[in-house]
């Protein structure tokens, strides 16, 4: 099927733009010697696990659910790391998962006669208190009063026990130099602990598949790690896997007045695109530029209700026309497993550009798919 011909609102994933991440992460994790996982919260189209399987060693989930699919639908390994666990979830967990990292030492021992008599190697994810990324505090795992993981002062080495592994997670798009300051920080505090240990989990947010990402550095600080301490090392990315491997394609509804043109289009921030308003930033978008950089400058919104569901300004060499489609660019992650049905707008179709351009609709969604989960 060609692009053009696919229904709007639609995600369209990049399966050659896939394939070249995917074979930058396979050379990376050659290079340092360490194994890496899909987060998939970030990318959980599970239609595209089987070629993601052929490069990576497997997923890691934030809960129940994600761990199903990953074993379900990748194989490999499947780690899973989330702030609690109910007894049943925990149950559940431990037959599936083979790494499972706890967020507290009391979530530890609350299920520790289960993990003890499974085969999980367990670990615990810390806080070095280290702060590397300004702006996005919502991102921040290590900022003030953060959830996330055990601070040096709460850690309680008497009740490692059985614990195999140390987990950190604390970047968000970030670069490796970035990672060095917060393993440096990491290792300081907790360095004394990793003799014991058999892996470490350095987490995502490495944006690894980015242009300018600096390869060697994270490398050459995972090799080191590997040699003088000896354990196995885990990086679980989410974004670097699907970055830049996908697009929202959608179509000019109505254009309307109001001190300036507005678009009225059939995708929705607050619906496809949530990090849009929630991060937030403006996507790129195909054949346009800042506004004022072109001759004809246009709002884009939705046609939802919410008066602050406005994906950005942009500029255009020419004025568009109802019925126009536009594409924004790097739409494959935190997008369809992100994306709600408020207002009851319809969720965008999900397609798969093939490596001949040859466009294949995998998934569709209708009237059924609101109602279902309203009651
Ligand atoms: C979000 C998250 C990831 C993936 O992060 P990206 O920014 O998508 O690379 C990995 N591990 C944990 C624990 C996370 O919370």
């Not at 053009?4 to 074979?23: F, G, H, M, V």
């Not at 194994?35 to 595209?48: E, N």
């Not at 300036?260 to 995708?267: C, E, F, H, T």
């Not at 054949?287 to 500029?315: F, H, Q």
């Amino acid at each position: 099927m060609r692009r053009q011909s696919l229904p709007t609102p639609c995600y369209i994933i990049d399966e050659a733009k896939l394939r070249s991440n995917l074979e930058l992460l396979r050379q990376v994790s050659q290079a340092a010697g360490c194994h890496i996982l899909l987060a998939q919260k970030a990318f959980s189209c599970f239609k595209l696990y089987p070629m993601i399987a052929q490069y990576l060693a497997g997923t890691t989930a934030s809960g129940l659910y994600e761990a199903m699919l990953g074993a379900q639908e990748f194989g490999g390994e499947t780690h899973v790391f989330a702030p609690a666990y109910t007894d049943s979830e925990f149950v559940r967990l431990c037959g599936i998962c083979d790494h499972i990292s706890f967020n507290s030492f009391s979530q530890l021992e609350h299920h520790r006669t289960v993990w003890e008599r499974s085969n999980v190697s367990v670990g615990i994810r810390v806080n070095p208190e280290c702060s590397t990324q300004e702006g996005h505090a919502i991102y921040d795992p290590c900022a003030p009063g953060s959830r996330l993981g055990v601070t040096r002062q709460h850690f309680r080495p008497e009740q490692l026990g059985g614990v195999e592994g140390l987990h950190f997670h604390t970047l968000c798009e970030q670069n490796s130099d970035a990672l060095v300051r917060t393993y440096a920080a990491f290792e300081k505090q907790f360095g004394e602990f990793l003799p014991q240990m058999k892996w470490l989990n350095l987490g995502g947010g490495h944006h690894i598949t980015r242009e300018d990402y600096d390869i060697d550095t994270l490398v050459m600080l995972v090799r080191r790690i590997r040699e003088v301490y000896g354990v196995e090392v885990y990086l679980e990315p989410g974004e670097a896997i699907a970055l830049n491997a996908g697009w929202l394609d959608t179509t000019v509804m109505d254009i309307v007045e109001n001190g300036m043109q507005i678009l009225i289009l059939d995708a929705s921030a607050a619906c496809h695109m949530p990090d849009v308003l929630e991060m937030p930033y403006r996507p790129p978008l195909e054949n346009a530029g800042e506004w004022g950089e072109k001759p004809y400058d246009y709002r884009l919104a939705s046609r939802t209700c919410l008066a602050g569901d406005v994906i950005g300004d942009y500029s255009f060499d020419r004025p568009l026309r109802i019925g126009d489609r536009l594409t924004f660019g790097d739409m494959a992650i935190y997008s369809m497993v992100k994306n709600n049905t408020f207002n009851g707008m319809p969720l965008p179709a999900i397609a798969v550009q093939h490596e001949n351009g040859d466009c294949e609709i995998i998934k569709e969604f209708g009237y059924e798919d609101f109602k279902a989960r309203l009651s």
